[in-house]
């Protein structure tokens, strides 16, 4: 069985179990769980795959506990599967101000938006697609899944609005500051 199905079976136990746990929700900075995850996603990869990290200076949603990095892992596992041949994993975070993000996909009241992208490219790239344990991953981060793609690239996105403590302290047109290559 390959390694990203037991993952995504192994996710979606836990997040059953969790999804009868009442958590509190606090302030998370995504790009904290992205590099908290980054040594166990490096390692689990594999020879054939290239991961690569292009982080936004920061994004701080209301999530509860590790969900964020739980949803990490399981968009980079379920892209990783997306990959037959190998190829390569951009992670990518970016800040969204209000109104840019399509009427249809985005929250109009929020004060901005932190976009979380999994893109994998290479040779037969398979399209994305919705799984159960995605879906109920994104939902208990408060995010929304959206799944887009080419015939050689597949892209998980999550949006999720930002926490108002966030939207306050950091301009919302911050670019990319953050460059880690593995």
Known sequence: MPLSRRASGLLRQLLTFSEKQSRPLTSVDVNDCVRHAEPVLA???????????????????????????????????????????GGSLVIETRRVEPGDLDADKADPGAAGHLVLTVSAAGYGV???QASSALELAAQRCSGELYFDGTPDRAVLEVRFALARV??????????????VEV
């Open 166 to 179: 966030d939207a306050v302290a950091a301009s919302p047109d911050a670019g990319v500051t953050d460059r």
């Open 43 to 85: 390692r689990l990869m594999g020879a054939g795959v290239d991961l690569k990290f292009q982080l936004c200076s920061s994004g701080v949603i209301s999530a509860g506990g590790d969900d964020v990095e739980h949803l990490v892992t399981a968009l980079v596992f379920s892209a990783r599967d997306l990959l037959p041949v």
């Open 126 to 128: 398979r399209p994305g």
